[in-house]
């Protein structure tokens, strides 16, 4: 084991790191548009991936969280505390979401009397009752939720192009693939 | 003390004879008895219910054979307990409810199981669709209720329930759990 941890992220933390990037975009692509479809069955396939989508990101966001417990980040590039103390607000907060976002879906499910099975073949247990009142509220929470990471993602990405494209200090490359 | 017993057990004997005359048929309770079913949206259970229906029998638990029951549902009563798919369901893709408002079901033959256990045959017509159906059911007493509970499994597209664009199986399920619970007073004791 290095005492110095690596520039490069590793390999597993790259592949969380994209693979997390599309599924999220995804879904909140699909979630934005669906939510005003009248009743089709088009409205009813993209709910169903909708929820697999989500379903995918918190497991496969729990598996990151645990990955990055296990393995330290490598260190910060230099740059002004403020702005080191900005960016891990923001991954913290992005890390609340990844786990918030999908939660607040799944009650939301549950609560609308409308499990999640996922990917059409595993049952996902309900930890809330089926309660119109309460769905109405988490389907507010939820969307409230995923705007709320929908601005952290802004945040995150516009601090990496000011990195790349500004600072000029490569902080992209580390989660790109390559050599090491 | 021992003749004002007797004369109230008299009283109670014919009080009940009056509420339920030997060969009066049986009244459904409707407030005891549900009509549900559940279907698959893409592999996901969702429950429904009809809240208004109606049943005739006429039924001699000693002749089980020559009983007869007939059913009228009203399909517009219909609920998944959400709105915007209950107006879906009004619409001549699923249950037409505007063109014909009832669905039915006439028996045709009861045949008992034992136990307490019948099957009943019957033609169900939904949306001008007619088939054959045989429903298992288990009859249990309390008191004056009894109560008639079963299911079977309906095949959707053999009623034009979900036609069109929504005719697609995996979307929604080919099969639809339909089960019920009837009470009725003035069933003669099993």
């Not at chain 1, 913290?92 to 918030?100: D, E, G, N, V």
Request: proline share 6%.
């Amino acid at each position: 084991m290095p005492s110095q941890p690596s520039v490069h992220h590793n390999g597993l933390t790259i592949l969380l790191h994209w693979l997390l990037a599309l599924a999220i975009v995804g879904a909140f692509g699909m979630g934005l548009y669906m939510s005003d479809l009248p009743l089709s069955p088009t409205r009813l396939k993209l709910f169903n991936w909708h929820k697999w989508a989500g379903m995918t990101i918190l497991a496969l966001s729990a598996l990151r969280l645990l990955w990055r417990l296990a393995k330290r980040a490598p260190a910060d590039l230099p740059m002004p505390a403020w702005q080191a103390r900005a960016a891990h607000a923001v991954h913290f907060l992005l890390y609340l979401c990844f786990f918030a976002v999908p939660l607040s879906g799944w009650a939301y499910s549950s609560a609308a009397g409308f499990p999640i099975v996922w990917f059409g073949v595993l049952p996902l247990p309900d930890f809330v009752p089926v309660d119109k009142l309460l769905a109405e509220t988490l389907k507010e929470r939820h969307e409230q939720l995923a705007w709320l990471l929908a601005l952290l993602v802004l945040a995150h990405v516009a601090g990496a192009l000011k990195h790349q494209f500004i600072d000029r200090d490569g902080l992209l490359l580390r989660m790109l693939p390559g050599r090491r | 003390m021992k003749t004002l017993t007797t004369t109230l057990i008299a009283l109670a004997s014919a009080t009940l004879l009056m509420q339920a005359p030997a060969h009066a048929d049986p009244q459904l309770l409707a407030a005891q008895s549900e009509l549900g079913f559940t279907s698959k949206q893409m592999g996901v259970p969702v429950d429904g219910r009809f809240k208004r229906f109606d049943a005739r029998l006429s039924f001699d638990p000693k002749k089980p054979e020559t009983g007869k029951v007939g059913f009228n549902i009203e399909l517009a009563s219909v609920s998944l307990g959400d709105p915007a798919f209950d107006a879906e369901l009004a619409k001549p893709a699923w249950f037409d409810s505007k063109k014909l408002p009832q669905a039915s079901f006439q028996s045709s033959a009861i045949k008992a199981l034992g136990g307490g256990r019948f099957e009943v045959a019957g033609k169900l017509s939904i949306k001008g669709q007619v088939r054959d159906v045989v429903v298992p059911l288990s009859l249990a007493q309390a008191g004056a209720t009894t109560t008639a509970s079963g299911g079977f499994v309906l095949k959707r597209l053999e009623f034009k329930i979900g036609d069109g664009e929504w005719a697609d199986t995996s979307m929604v399920a080919n099969d639809v759990q339909v089960k019920f619970k009837l009470a009725f007073s003035g069933v003669a004791p099993l």
